[in-house]
């Protein structure tokens, strides 16, 4: 990971947070070691995506991939986003189900891009 000052955006224009508020009440307070920053680079998309899933462990939501670009055999892009993002209704009610669940449009996501001409 290299918080490089290669950013497009001035990063003054950014605004990190480090407690993340849920719908239930709950929130938690993450260092800004760990919260992600626009123009993070990371030697692989492992790295990124490890760097990802161990943030949102910190702040209290879980992760899936939600789109993947393909060059080829090899991965272009790819959209990591929050497990509970967009807003959608079961058809099934709530008091039938075992274990309801619902979208909260979660904002978190990350967009990792490989870069082919990065040396680190």
């Known amino acids: 990971m290299n918080d490089s000052t290669s950013n497009k955006l001035n990063e003054n224009d950014l605004v990190y947070s ?8 709950t929130s938690f307070v993450v260092d800004e070691k760990f919260v992600p920053k626009v123009g993070m680079i990371f030697k692989t998309l492992e790295e990124a995506g490890k760097f990802y899933k161990h943030y949102s462990k910190l ?11 393909w ?10 986003v929050c497990s509970r ?5 079961s ?8 274990n309801p669940s619902a979208g909260l449009n979660c904002p978190a996501m990350i967009y990792v891009h490989i870069m082919k001409d990065v040396g680190l």
């Open 18 to 25: 480090s407690e993340m508020n849920h719908a239930d009440g």
């Open 59 to 69: 702040a209290g939501f879980f992760t899936k991939i939600r789109n993947t670009t």
């Open 71 to 80: 060059d080829g055999d090899k991965i272009k892009k790819q959209l990591i």
């Open 85 to 89: 993002e967009g807003r959608w209704k």
């Open 91 to 98: 058809k099934i009610s709530p008091t039938l189900k075992t």
